[in-house]
C-alpha cells in the first residue's frame, strides 16, 4: 500500500468516527441536557433547604434590629432618672450603631431593597437624633431630648420603623 492510501483511509476512518459520535451525541443530546438540569434543580432545592433557614433568621435579627432603634423603645431602654442631654444622645448613637454593626451580615440574606431600607432608616434615625439635640437650648436635660425626639416622631405620617417592619415582611413572604 502506498501513502497515499493510508492517509486516505485514515481520513475516511476519523470522518466515520466523528460521524458516529456526531449522530450519537444528537440522538443523546435531549437526555444530556435532562440530566444537567436536573442536577442543577437538585443543587438549588438542597442549596435553598439550607439558606432558608438562615434567610428566616436574617428577617428575624432585622425585627429585632428596627425595634430595638425605634425611638421609644430606645429612650425607653436608655433614659434614666437625671440623665443629661449629651449622655443620653452619646447613648442613644452609640446603641444604634452597635445594633447596626451586630447585624451588617444579615445584608447577605435579605434583599438588597431591603437591606438598603434598614441602613436609611439607621442613618434617619442618627441624624432625627442630632437634630432634636441641635434644636434644644444649651441648658437642655434628657428628659427634653426624649419629649422632642417623641413630638417630632408624633408629627410623621407614616412611622418610618412600622413601614420598614412591614417591608421586611413582604420580603419574607415572597420566601414562600
Do not use: C
Request: glycine share 6%; proline share 2%.
Amino acid at each position: 500500500m502506498n501513502t497515499q492510501q493510508i492517509l486516505i483511509d485514515v481520513v475516511i476512518l476519523f470522518a466515520g468516527v466523528f460521524g458516529a459520535l456526531m449522530a450519537v451525541y444528537y440522538i443523546l443530546k435531549g437526555d444530556i441536557q435532562r440530566f444537567f438540569n436536573l442536577k442543577t434543580i437538585e443543587l438549588n432545592k438542597e442549596t435553598r433547604a439550607h439558606i432558608l433557614p438562615l434567610r428566616l433568621q436574617a428577617h428575624e435579627r432585622l425585627i429585632i434590629f428596627v425595634d430595638r432603634i425605634n425611638p421609644a423603645n430606645l429612650l425607653v431602654r436608655l433614659h434614666q432618672q437625671g440623665i443629661d442631654l449629651a449622655t443620653l444622645q452619646a447613648g442613644i448613637l452609640s446603641e444604634v450603631r452597635a445594633e447596626y454593626q451586630h447585624n451588617i451580615t444579615q445584608q447577605l440574606y435579605v434583599d438588597a431593597v431591603t437591606w438598603g431600607v434598614v441602613r436609611k432608616l439607621k442613618d434617619d434615625t442618627i441624624g432625627m437624633i442630632n437634630n432634636a439635640v441641635q434644636g434644644l437650648s444649651a441648658g437642655s436635660n434628657g428628659i427634653e431630648l426624649s419629649k422632642a425626639i417623641l413630638q417630632h416622631m408624633a408629627t410623621i405620617d407614616e412611622n418610618p420603623y412600622d413601614l420598614t417592619l412591614a417591608l421586611i415582611k413582604k420580603d419574607i413572604a415572597r420566601l414562600f
